[in-house]
């Protein structure tokens, strides 16, 4: 059995524009064999979501959810390319589960690029500090593995699916563009509750 490197999935990723997890499990079931993983994620519709991320998503909806008897409350908005789609119940299902999962997990940002550079520097500064003494190349592991959890947590795109924790939000989207045949985008979400 080959051994599964990050870089090999990051390889993978580049290629495909398909999630780590997908990724990581098709270079597993290929044995480390990139082309072969590459030949599976496209039998399971991933890879050509990648290909559609280039379209334009003009329609959409604009989903709200309300929960805890009116304390918590969110609004999203995920365009898709055609009305169509827009009005399909799986679509309207999974904008209504990305409202759910906001409401539950408070994400503060969208993706990761939304995170300002003096906040990450911050974070940054603050993990580095909790490591000093160790040897250098570990530092920065550990710091970057600290920053990656920071996304994790705060991060809509990259938290964990709260309906299943081995799917972050970003594959979840993937795979409902390889389901749907559209390009789907999260653009916004605004989360509201009580007292906050």
Same mark, same amino acid.
């Given at each position: 059995m080959a051994e599964i490197t990050a870089e090999l999935v990051n390889n993978l990723r580049k290629k495909t524009n398909a999630g780590m997890m997908d990724?990581? @499990?098709? /270079?597993?079931?290929? &044995?480390? *064999?990139? +082309?072969?993983?590459?030949? #599976? /994620?496209? @039998? =399971?519709?991933i890879a050509k979501a990648a290909g559609k991320a280039d379209r334009e998503a003009k329609e959409g909806i604009i989903s709200s959810y309300i929960h805890m008897a009116g304390r918590v409350g969110v609004l999203i908005e995920v365009n898709c390319e055609t009305d169509f789609v827009a009005k399909n119940e799986n679509f309207q299902t999974f904008v209504k589960d990305l409202t759910l999962h906001i409401a539950a997990a408070n994400p503060s940002? /969208? &993706?990761? +690029?939304?995170?300002?550079?003096?906040?990450? !520097?911050? !974070?940054? +500064?603050?993990?580095? $500090? &909790?490591? =000093? %003494?160790?040897?250098? *190349?570990?530092? $920065? =592991? #550990?710091?970057? %593995? =600290? #920053? *990656?959890k920071y996304f994790a947590d705060n991060c809509l795109l990259e938290q964990p699916f709260i309906k299943d924790d081995k799917v972050v939000i970003r594959d979840l989207v993937k795979s409902k563009i390889a389901e749907l045949g559209e390009n789907i985008v999260v653009r916004r979400f605004t989360r509201y509750a009580v007292g906050g």
């Open positions: 990724c990581k @499990k098709a /270079l597993t079931e290929a &044995q480390g *064999n990139i +082309e072969e993983a590459e030949t #599976i /994620l496209r @039998k =399971k519709g940002y /969208l &993706q990761r +690029e939304d995170v300002p550079e003096s906040l990450l !520097e911050k !974070e940054r +500064e603050i993990a580095a $500090d &909790q490591v =000093k %003494g160790k040897p250098a *190349n570990v530092v $920065d =592991k #550990i710091v970057e %593995g =600290k #920053i *990656n």
